[in-house]
């Protein structure tokens, strides 16, 4: 079923400006058999999108797939020959809802088959995600995977069509950049590789290996690729911090999905806002600064459930600076949530110095995360 907005943006945004105001037909996605509805896909972000994430972004709505970290699947091979615990990034993926998707890396088809198909076999994932965006050293220069891949389109293509034959019939897709470099953008000639390998749907991150995270997505590089693909779809990632500007990719970029990461992790509302303006309907508010605090104290409970006080508490001062970042009093509130070592210690840091309406008295009016 198609769904219609009618949401007019007014916020207009130097690298992702705001359309005109008219309807935008948004289709569910598919990614072979399975049908994501909404196309609204939660990035897969090493060291946060673990189950306790996913649990609190489920339990507010609005996102059709959900990812895990992404998985060394060499590491996990190395686990199980030593009989060890599965990885505790595959925490939780039993046992939840689907649809699921697990992302993998590394630079072996045979690695990465095998690790496919016990993803598939064992814990039943919904989609198996190959991971040639990632531009941290340790996975690029180290282990020649991620982003390094895109400059072996052939390496590529055996990785991929190894692991849609190990992993047959669920389906497998492939998250790239636009290239290593500004000077090698590259994007166009891998997506014709994604598809002929088999793969069933490519996501693109509007930036280049080299970027990071600098600057800003490049979504209109994004668009040019859809013209590349025959028949699997194209999913936008970048700088999707609002539903306004999920409305506008799809309306003036021609995705047939978008993939939200960072903005979401201070607030894992966003994927029901964004569903909610595809739909037509009005655009929920942002939740009070108490309920975005219970939230965090909730998400703070399943952390420490899993992982112990100790090691639950250091987890969760990242995810708190997250959920304080742009609000009154956030950097003051990050400088005592870092030094924090005990569950007692974090309510007591909460209870004082999470960000309230008005600046605290003595703070910067401002902060960040990084």
């Given at each position: 079923?198609?769904?219609?907005?009618?949401?007019?943006?007014?916020?207009?945004?130097?690298?992702?400006?705001?359309?005109?105001?008219?309807?935008?037909?948004?289709?569910?996605?598919?990614?072979?058999p399975?049908?994501?509805?909404?196309?609204i896909?939660?990035?897969?972000?090493?060291?946060?999108?673990?189950?306790?994430?996913?649990?609190?972004?489920?339990?507010?709505?609005?996102?059709?797939?959900?990812?895990?970290?992404?998985?060394?699947?060499?590491?996990?091979?190395?686990?199980?020959?030593?009989?060890?615990?599965?990885?505790?990034?595959?925490?939780?993926?039993?046992?939840?809802?689907r649809?699921?998707?697990?992302?993998?890396?590394?630079?072996?088809?045979?690695?990465?088959?095998?690790?496919?198909?016990?993803?598939?076999?064992?814990y039943?994932?919904?989609?198996?995600?190959?991971?040639?965006?990632?531009?941290?050293?340790?996975?690029?220069?180290?282990?020649?995977?991620?982003?390094?891949?895109?400059r072996?389109?052939?390496?590529?293509?055996?990785?991929?069509?190894?692991l849609?034959?190990?992993?047959?019939?669920?389906?497998?897709?492939?998250?790239?950049?636009?290239?290593?470099?500004?000077?090698?953008?590259?994007?166009?000639?891998?997506?014709?590789?994604?598809?002929?390998?088999?793969?069933?749907?490519?996501?693109?991150?509007?930036?280049?290996?080299?970027?990071?995270?600098?600057?800003?997505?490049?979504?209109?590089?994004i668009?040019?690729?859809?013209?590349?693909?025959?028949?699997?779809?194209?999913?936008?990632?970048?700088?999707?911090?609002?539903?306004?500007?999920?409305v506008?990719?799809?309306?003036?970029?021609?995705?047939?999905?978008?993939?939200?990461?960072?903005?979401?992790?201070?607030?894992?509302?966003?994927?029901?806002?964004?569903?909610?303006?595809?739909?037509?309907?009005?655009i929920?508010?942002?939740?009070?600064?108490?309920?975005?605090?219970?939230?965090?104290?909730?998400h703070f409970?399943?952390v420490?459930?899993r992982?112990?006080?100790?090691?639950?508490?250091?987890?969760m001062?990242?995810?708190?600076?997250?959920?304080?970042?742009?609000?009154?009093?956030?950097?003051?509130?990050?400088?005592?949530?870092?030094?924090?070592?005990?569950?007692?210690?974090?309510?007591?840091?909460?209870?004082?110095?999470?960000?309230?309406?008005?600046?605290?008295?003595?703070?910067?009016?401002?902060g960040?995360i990084?």
């Amino acid at each position: 079923m198609v769904r219609r907005s009618t949401l007019t943006l007014t916020t207009p945004d130097d690298h992702l400006p705001a359309p005109e105001s008219a309807p935008v037909a948004v289709a569910p996605l598919r990614i072979g058999p399975l049908v994501v509805d909404p196309p609204i896909l939660q990035a897969p972000m090493a060291g946060f999108t673990n189950y306790a994430f996913r649990q609190i972004v489920r339990e507010y709505g609005g996102v059709g797939l959900q990812a895990t970290e992404m998985v060394n699947a060499r590491g996990f091979v190395w686990m199980e020959a030593e009989r060890a615990e599965h990885p505790d990034r595959l925490w939780g993926v039993r046992e939840e809802d689907r649809p699921l998707a697990v992302q993998i890396w590394d630079n072996d088809p045979e690695t990465m088959a095998k690790v496919g198909r016990r993803l598939v076999e064992e814990y039943q994932v919904s989609v198996v995600d190959i991971n040639f965006g990632c531009p941290v050293k340790q996975v690029t220069q180290r282990a020649h995977s991620g982003s390094y891949l895109l400059r072996e389109p052939q390496r590529m293509f055996a990785i991929i069509s190894r692991l849609v034959e190990a992993c047959a019939p669920t389906p497998v897709t492939a998250k790239i950049r636009l290239g290593c470099t500004r000077k090698n953008i590259n994007a166009c000639e891998i997506a014709r590789v994604v598809e002929e390998a088999g793969a069933a749907a490519l996501t693109v991150h509007g930036r280049t290996a080299e970027d990071y995270f600098r600057g800003h997505a490049d979504w209109d590089r994004i668009a040019e690729i859809k013209s590349h693909l025959k028949h699997i779809p194209l999913i936008g990632n970048g700088d999707l911090d609002s539903a306004e500007k999920v409305v506008h990719a799809f309306a003036k970029y021609n995705v047939d999905g978008v993939m939200i990461a960072r903005a979401a992790l201070g607030r894992p509302w966003l994927f029901a806002q964004a569903a909610a303006a595809l739909r037509g309907e009005p655009i929920p508010p942002e939740p009070s600064l108490e309920q975005q605090r219970d939230c965090m104290l909730r998400h703070f409970e399943l952390v420490v459930e899993r992982f112990g006080e100790e090691k639950g508490v250091q987890l969760m001062r990242k995810y708190a600076c997250c959920y304080a970042q742009g609000k009154h009093g956030a950097r003051h509130f990050r400088s005592h949530v870092a030094r924090v070592a005990t569950r007692q210690e974090f309510f007591d840091v909460v209870a004082k110095y999470f960000p309230t309406d008005e600046p605290i008295e003595g703070a910067a009016a401002t902060g960040s995360i990084g």
